[in-house]
């Protein structure tokens, strides 16, 4: 079996998630590669694609990548700033599979929070007109993420879709 973990991140999160993934993967036939690097896309039986959730979403160059996946299996990783709730899981998902081709194989999606920028701690507090104390909790909590438990829960995902 043959693997690939493609990936993006700005600030790091994503890519300790990605290099973990990587890590927790069998076998010698496994590619590790940030996106921005990629000249074209590395054959593999099994892809796991990670990415920073924006705008409770992925971003185009995610959504082209998976656009052209063909016959294979796909599982995805995130990291995220809000609360990585099962339903907020659910949402990104639903739009992110919109782009996924019928002829792969979704296995799945880990998501689990990791720090933010100022910035966006700065854009989100101004945006919201109400739970203003709920909301900088999380980003407070967020500081430690990705932390020792969410790449220990990565590797579990990986050996839940390997297996
Ligand atoms: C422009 C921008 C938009 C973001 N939008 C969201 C969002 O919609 N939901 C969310 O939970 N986090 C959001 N975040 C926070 C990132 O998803 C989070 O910090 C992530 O862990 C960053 O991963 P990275 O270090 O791999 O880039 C946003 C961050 C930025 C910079």
């Given at each position: 079996m043959r693997y690939a973990v493609l990936y993006t991140s700005q600030t790091g999160n994503t890519r300790a998630l990605a290099e973990r993934i990587f890590h927790a993967?069998?076998?010698?036939y496994t590619d590790l590669c940030d996106i921005a690097d990629l000249m074209q896309i590395p054959r593999a039986d099994c892809y796991f694609i990670g990415f920073p959730v924006h705008n409770h979403s992925c971003d185009r160059e995610i959504r082209l990548l998976l656009s052209q996946l063909h016959d294979a299996q796909i599982a995805v990783f995130a990291s995220c700033g809000l609360e990585p709730t099962q339903y907020y899981k659910s949402q990104i998902e639903r739009i992110m599979l919109d782009?996924?081709?019928?002829?792969c194989r979704y296995r799945g999606m880990f998501l689990c929070q990791g720090k933010t920028t100022e910035l966006y701690r700065t854009k989100v507090l101004q945006l919201i007109h109400r739970d203003a104390e709920q909301i900088k909790a999380v980003f407070n909590t967020g500081?430690?993420?990705?932390?020792r438990s969410d790449l220990r829960s990565a590797s579990a995902f990986v050996t839940s879709v390997v297996r």
């Open positions: 993967l069998p076998g010698e782009w996924l081709p019928g002829s500081i430690s993420h990705p932390d």
